[in-house]
């Protein structure tokens, strides 16, 4: 499910219902396989009969799926209906595409595009895969937390959190391999510096990461590109010619948007 990010003032009175359903579909879109209303109320912390009924009315609309021998639920066709027509009318999308496989051409890794959601995380929403036999296995729809990885040093440095928080986060981010909380300070400084920013095998081990981010007209880092390759596939040349590549990318696609 791609979740795409609208930048307006916060909602006073939410509607409840809604949100209800909202976190149940994206919990839906997180698992792995089906799973029982049950099971879905405990995790979410729903009365269960609250959250049978809105499951209910969202199989109505196909938004989710029910298998009556079973008894769970899936996300339903309805929901891939809207993100298509979403990345077929994002302008950020069309523009993005050719920055992404001339990025994948040139440097032979698998390149992606992703825009931040109402819940700090990051959703693939464009991709071009490296034209190798051997690539990184990335989708649409794939999400991770803004923090991590070299998109998420990128958001660090342009998003001014303060540090005690910044620390609270960092702390629950499902690196891998993690860096010393000092050391990624000092890689979220540079990334602020240089517009751009690696991860050697932190977030993942055995791969290498470059991205550098996409700002609205505020300068606030709402998209990202990233490249993902295999650690020792690229010398210290390559990767700095490669992040050097992502950053004039990504600041092309700033240029395109927004002047």
């Known amino acids: 499910m791609v979740t795409i990010l609208i930048l307006q003032p916060e909602v006073k009175k939410p509607v409840v219902a809604v949100r209800r359903a909202?976190?149940?579909?994206?919990?839906?879109?997180?698992?792995?396989?089906?799973?029982?209303?049950?099971?879905?109320?405990?995790?979410?912390?729903?009365?269960?009969?609250?959250?049978?009924?809105?499951?209910?009315?969202?199989?109505?609309?196909?938004?989710?799926?029910?298998?009556?021998?079973?008894?769970?639920?899936?996300?339903?066709?309805?929901?891939?209906?809207?993100?298509?027509?979403?990345?077929?009318?994002?302008?950020?999308?069309?523009?993005?595409?050719?920055?992404?496989?001339?990025?994948?051409?040139?440097?032979?890794?698998?390149?992606?595009?992703?825009?931040?959601?109402?819940?700090?995380?990051?959703?693939?929403?464009?991709?071009?895969?490296?034209?190798?036999?051997?690539?990184?296995?990335?989708?649409?729809?794939?999400?991770?937390?803004?923090?991590?990885?070299a998109s998420g040093r990128c958001y660090a440095a342009l998003s001014d959190w303060p540090e005690d928080k910044l620390s609270q986060k960092f702390d629950a981010l499902p690196w891998e391999n993690p860096p010393d909380y000092n050391t990624w300070l000092a890689e979220v400084s540079a990334a602020g510096q240089n517009g751009y920013a690696v991860d050697y095998g932190n977030y993942l081990r055995g791969f290498l990461v470059t991205a550098a981010p996409v700002v609205d007209s505020e300068g606030y880092p709402t998209r990202a590109l990233a490249t993902v390759g295999f650690l020792n596939q690229l010398d210290e040349t390559q990767v700095l010619a490669l992040a050097q590549d992502v950053k004039a990318a990504a600041s092309q696609l700033t240029l395109e948007r927004f002047h």
Request: one cysteine or more; a neutral charge.
């Open 22 to 149: 909202a976190r149940i579909m994206r919990y839906l879109g997180r698992s792995d396989s089906p799973v029982g209303v049950n099971q879905i109320a405990r995790d979410l912390d729903i009365i269960p009969s609250t959250c049978l009924h809105i499951l209910r009315t969202l199989a109505q609309e196909s938004m989710v799926t029910f298998n009556a021998t079973t008894k769970q639920y899936r996300l339903g066709h309805a929901v891939l209906g809207l993100a298509r027509d979403s990345l077929a009318k994002s302008t950020f999308v069309q523009e993005a595409r050719p920055h992404l496989q001339d990025l994948a051409d040139r440097h032979g890794v698998t390149v992606t595009a992703a825009e931040l959601d109402a819940n700090e995380h990051m959703v693939v929403v464009a991709l071009a895969r490296a034209p190798q036999t051997l690539s990184i296995h990335v989708d649409v729809s794939s999400r991770f937390p803004a923090l991590i990885s």
